[in-house]
C-alpha cells in the first residue's frame, strides 16, 4: 500500500556528496526497518544500509564510513548521505522496507 519517491540523484564527480531521500505516502513507523539498495548496470540489487525503527543502522562494508542513513518518520522520510563518492557508487538507488515494495529509483552518477 505504501509507495516510495526516490529523489536526490545526480552526476557528481569523485570525491562528491549526495543525500538521497526517499519519501513514503504513508507512514514508515510501522516498518521495523528500512534500506537503501542500489542496482549498477549489469549486477544484482544489493542492499547498501538499513535503519530500524529505533535507530539502528548497518552498512554494507564498501560504503562503509562514507554513507550514513536517516530517517524521519514525521516526515516519513528516509535518507541517505553519501560522501567520498566512487564511481563505482554508480548506480540506481532504492528504498525499501523489505526489498521487494519498490520506487521508481534515482540514478546516482560518479564520473569525471
Known amino acids: 500500500q505504501v509507495q516510495f519517491v526516490e529523489s536526490g540523484g545526480g552526476l557528481v564527480q569523485p570525491g562528491g556528496s549526495l543525500r538521497l531521500s526517499c519519501a513514503a505516502s504513508g507512514s514508515i513507523f510501522s516498518f521495523y526497518y528500512m534500506g537503501w539498495y542500489r542496482q549498477a548496470p549489469g549486477k544484482q540489487r544489493e542492499l547498501v544500509a538499513i535503519?530500524?525503527?529505533?535507530?539502528?543502522?548497518n552498512y554494507a562494508d564498501s560504503v562503509k564510513g562514507r554513507f550514513t542513513i536517516s530517517r524521519d518518520n514525521a516526515k516519513n522520510t528516509v535518507y541517505l548521505q553519501m560522501n567520498s563518492l566512487k564511481p563505482e557508487d554508480t548506480a540506481v538507488y532504492y528504498c525499501?522496507?523489505?526489498?521487494?515494495?519498490w520506487g521508481q529509483g534515482t540514478q546516482v552518477t560518479v564520473s569525471s
Open positions: 525499501s522496507p523489505n526489498g521487494a515494495s
Open positions: 535503519i530500524t525503527s529505533g535507530g539502528s543502522t
